[in-house]
Structure formats: C-alpha cells, structure tokens
C-alpha cells in the first residue's frame, strides 16, 4: 500500500517551488551573508529581501521580523528575555501549551524563582478566559502572559485580539506560540495587540531549521544566542541563508494561496469526519471541532480495548503516518499532558491526525477503512 501521511501538524513536505528558490542558495550562491565583497552581499541581500516579505505577509514591519532555528528557539528567547530583561516577576500560561512553552516556563519558574501560574481549561478545551482575568486581576506583579494561539494537538484556537486586549488592559507583556497558524491564517500584526509571536517554515510546505520571532518594535530585549552581530545583534551565528530564503518563498505561497487551500482542506477534515461517525462505532473527538479551531487537524477518540491500543503502530505497519499527540518528542510513546488536560479518562485511544494541500478524498477513505479492521 502506497504511504498515506496524515501528519502535517508534526511537519510538512517541502514545496517543490520552495526548493527551487532555495536552491541557489545552496550552490552557486554561498557566501557568509557578515562578509563584504560581493558574494557576501548577495547572501545579505537575499536575507534581507526575506525578512521584507515576511514582515509584509504578516503585516509587520521588517524590523519587526528576526530569523532563528524555529518556534523552540524563538519561544526560548522571549520567554526568558521576559524575565531577566523585562522584569517579569510572574508567567501566566496553560496547562496545554506545546512543550516548548511549558517545559521552558518550569525551568524559569524554578531556576529564576519567578511566580507561575496557569489558567484553567474549559471542558471543550478552550483557554478560560474568566481565569485569565482572575490572575490579572489579583495580579501585582510584572507579567507576561503566554498562550498559544492554536494547540497542535487538538486544534483550538483562542482570539489573539480578546487575549491580547485583556493583557493589555492590565499591563501584561502577551506571547503567543502561533507555530500552528503563521502560515495558515492571515495576520495583521499592526492591528493585533501581541507583543511576541513564533513561526516554523516546516508546518507550511517550508524548509525544518528555520523560524521566526516577531517582537513588537516598542519592546528592547538582548539576545538568548551570544557572539557575533548577526539579526541585528538579537541572534548570534551565521545566518541560514537558504532556510530564510524557503521560509519567506512558503510564506508568500501559503498567504497567497490561502483561500484555496484552507477550503479545500476543511473539507477533507469534514470528511474524514463524516467518515468516522458513519462507519465506526462509539468514536468521539477533541476539542472544539469545527468552532474557533485549526482547519487542518481532527482528534480522534476510538474506544480502548486491545486492537485500539495497538493502532498507531498498527498503522505504521500499513504505511500511514498519523500521531498520537505531539510529534516533537520522538521515541518512546507517551500520554498526552493535553488529553489529560481534557479528563476524558483512560477508556480512549487518542490520534491525531492532520491535513494538507497535497492529501485526498481517496486517502481517507483508504485510512477509514483501515481503521474499521483495527478499532
């Protein structure tokens, strides 16, 4: 059976068109973007050209825009420039946040004694919002309030305007993981009260290796990354010029292509769906399906017994690709801290399973039928 990957929330193929634009980058155009003769300032102008496309297909200004290795890095560097540069005594966050976020606040919380708190989740896994107030409310401390715009394994997504008008209204620096969303979502971040957000160019047809860190032009923080002057003196290291290059090309394609993409797969997702609830029995999902949510992710419950358990590896065997949570920490399978989060108890086995431009009505029915011989 030919694969069928249904994991694009984890990462995405590279676009043909993106490497074709990276591909110079690679070869005949190799020079250390810090070096001034001519191959140098080629590389300079390529970066730069970059971050200009980037800033305006997010409706930030260039300046706005810095280069790293990823949403881990980017989340990293604002998290901890929140604490040590900002002042921030205190971390709000969500039980639910990608590890990137909630391993990264523990070790601030313990190492630099900040105070940490989490809002709670409501029962279709939406950010509670009347708990966020709270904390802010009775809050006399500097703060920076971390929520991540959409989760990567149940697809919920929260109102970066509400969130971000409710920090401001208290004084809260806000950041927001948007790995799941730049790149999926228009934004307009001149309009949009967010201090910090993150990109991946590997969740949209982008090269693995390249992010993004917007930092709203008002805020001066130093670098996480010592040594040269690179990004201007934000982010030590040679630049990775051809990784910058796809990154900017996926986004421009993506923002164009937007429309198109984002309906036809909502309906792949609404299929799938249909799908699911027609021929298995007793199957249920996560998470606000088809409200305020991703367009490209269903999680999917199937009664636990011993074939369910078994499933994802079952699966694999058949040469299809699906997660049973977060992809980003590979090896040994895991609960899921999200799926916990949502107390469903331990009577289901959870997949994720998650949607592109390049997948078919065909796949599904391949996957769906599959899943009726191992639920």
Known sequence: MQRVYFDNAATTTLDPQVLEAMMPYLTEKFGNPSSIYSYGRESRMAIEQARKSVAKNLGAKPAEIFFTSGGTESSNTILHAAVYDLGCKHIISSPIEHHATLHTVEHLAKTAGIKLSYVSILQNGHINLESLLDLLENNKEKTIVSIMHANNEIGNMIDLHKVGEICKKHNAYFHSDTVQTVGHFPFNLKETPVDFITGAGHKFHGPKGVGILYINENIKITPLVHGGAQERNMRAGTENLYGIVGFAKALEMACEQHEKDSTYINELRKYMHEQLIHKIHDVSFNGDTFGDSLYTLLSVNFPKNEKSEMMLFNLDIHNVCASGGSACSSGAQQGSH?????????????????????????EIDTVVNLLQELA
Request: proline residues 0%; charged residues 20%.
């Open 338 to 362: 999200v799926i916990s989060a949502l107390n469903k108890g331990d009577n289901i086995a959870t997949i994720r399973f998650s949607f592109c431009k390049n997948n078919t009505k065909a």
